[in-house]
T-cell receptor
Framework: EAQVTQNPRYLITVTGKKLTVTCSQN?????MSWYRQDPGLGLRQIYY???????DKGDVPEGYKVSRKEKRNFPLILESPSPNQTSLYFC???????????????FGEGSRLTVL | QQQVKQSPQSLIVQKGGISIINCAYE??????FPWYQQFPGKGPALLIA?????SEKKEGRFTISFNKSAKQFSLHIMDSQPGDSATYFC??????????????FGKGTHLIIQP
């Protein structure tokens, strides 16, 4: 089954304790991206990756890191989480179409993070 | 910054009625307009999409209307059902990805269909 898998689905942590949210896709997609969803603010992009070893900042990258060492994996790293990073996080992947356009996005089921 | 403005933020419609969600954009380079549907506890999923070479696209009870001159597009849900209750996101992207992915989302509409 084609899917994007995120872990953990739920996490409560404390300020400053490093954490990693993993994301893996089994569709051989070149493009992967992380979003955070907050009430009233919709989906905001954190980082994206067009291919292995190619990453770039989205709209809200501060406080986050990513890496793309393998095509299927795109972990999101919070080096020193703060309460303003409490949010619902989504990983997404897509194939790239002719001309470089990103195609249909396939989202994971989300990771709800609470930072105390 | 590229923007897609979506309204309303929330919407309550009676079962059997028509739900209408509107989006407006500024960047004339946008030429692909998808809508994503998100059920509680799930990630968004592509619902329907349109290119600006047509003014309307229909898939079942879901229709996108597109007005290129006004830079607006809307989602109509005919005969709305309780199972349509979800959050809907419009989005836009230019054809050429270039160095950025160019995908811009609206802020979402929380739709409730009352039985």
């Amino acid at each position: 089954e084609a899917q994007v898998t995120q872990n953990p689905r739920y996490l409560i942590t404390v300020t400053g304790k490093k954490l990693t949210v993993t994301c893996s896709q089994n569709m051989n997609h070149e493009y992967m991206s992380w979003y955070r969803q907050d009430p009233g603010l919709g989906l905001r992009q954190i980082y994206y990756s067009m291919n292995v070893e190619v990453t770039d900042k989205g709209d809200v990258p501060e406080g986050y890191k990513v890496s793309r060492k393998e095509k299927r994996n795109f972990p999101l790293i919070l080096e020193s989480p703060s309460p303003n990073q409490t949010s619902l996080y989504f990983c997404a992947s897509s194939s790239r179409l002719a001309g470089g356009r990103v195609g249909e996005l396939f989202f994971g089921e989300g990771s709800r993070l609470t930072v105390l | 910054q590229q923007q897609v403005k979506q309204s309303p933020q929330s919407l309550i419609v009676q079962k059997g009625g028509i739900s209408i969600i509107n989006c407006a954009y500024e960047n004339t380079a946008f030429d692909y307009f998808p809508w994503y549907q998100q059920f509680p506890g799930k990630g968004p999923a592509l619902l329907i999409a349109i290119r600006p070479d047509v003014s309307e696209k229909k898939e079942g009870r879901f229709t996108i209307s597109f007005n290129k001159s006004a830079k607006q597009f809307s989602l109509h849900i005919m005969d709305s059902q309780p199972g349509d209750s979800a959050t809907y996101f419009c989005a836009a992207t230019p054809y050429s990805g270039g160095g950025a992915d160019g995908l811009t989302f609206g802020k979402g509409t929380h739709l409730i269909i009352q039985p």
